[in-house]
């Protein structure tokens, strides 16, 4: 069992920069993939950005989604069992409730909800133009 708890949302400007943080516990295992999701309230949650886990045959490999492509940055820090999301030049349509979410397996991206078994509550991120 994996829990995950998000902080660092809040409001800014557009063309600012914000870092969102996942905490897991027991821990952030290097194995598995974990990924950051956000949410507009009636729509579905879209893939923002992921990181694979660490094989004996591959390192871990980001993927992002296009609109964040080179804006939004995914990392991780095993030894704080934490996840981030580094957010540059924000824009408006970035506003959206932020969910981290882990995996066992490696999912094909664009990743699909149902295969994260693990979610946190969620953060609310807003951006004012």
């Known amino acids: 069992e994996v829990q995950l708890v998000e902080s660092g949302g809040g409001s800014v400007q557009a063309g600012r920069s914000l870092r969102v943080s996942c905490t897991a516990s027991p821990y952030l295992y290097d194995n598995y993939y974990w990924a950051w999701f956000r949410q507009l309230p009636g729509k579905e949650r879209e893939g923002v950005a992921g990181i694979s886990g660490i094989t004996s045959y591959a390192d871990a490999i980001t993927s992002y989604a296009d609109s964040v492509k080179g804006r939004f940055t995914i990392s991780k820090v095993s030894a704080k069992n934490t996840l981030y999301l580094q957010m540059n030049s924000l824009k408006p349509d970035a506003a959206a409730m932020y969910y981290c979410?882990?995996?066992?397996?490696?999912?094909?991206?664009?990743?699909?909800?149902?295969?994260?078994?693990?979610w946190g509550q969620g953060t609310q991120v807003t951006v004012s133009s």
């Open positions: 979410a882990a995996s066992p397996v490696n999912p094909p991206w664009p990743p699909e909800e149902g295969r994260f078994g693990y």
